[in-house]
């Protein structure tokens, strides 16, 4: 699993430099920017459902329930805003026929 954490660090930063080099005029950069998206996508929905099936019961059943209420604090929710502007600096345009065809040799 740590190594699905590195794998979407790297569909993160391939999002952002792409994405980069489209809003400064390049249009085949678009490709670039559907496939991160799309193998970041396929890469998180699987590795929640492994925290969700696996991970998180195995840790329930591991960590004393007193412990678990440390763990579990609410998120601070001024970072978590923080970190979701800065995620969306860059508005790009999303045409719904990038998102409904599969990209050759990608994920």
Known sequence: ????????RAFTRG???AAERLAAG???S???VVANASGYVELLSQHIQKENSILFPLAGHIIPFGKQLGVAKPTNASS???QAKACTRTTLPWPARWSKRR???GP
């Open 26 to 28: 390049d249009a085949s």
């Open 103 to 105: 990209m050759p040799g």
């Open 15 to 17: 999002m952002g430099a």
């Open 30 to 32: 678009a490709y670039e």
């Open 1 to 8: 699993m740590l190594a699905e954490h590195v794998a979407a």
């Open 80 to 82: 978590t805003r923080k």
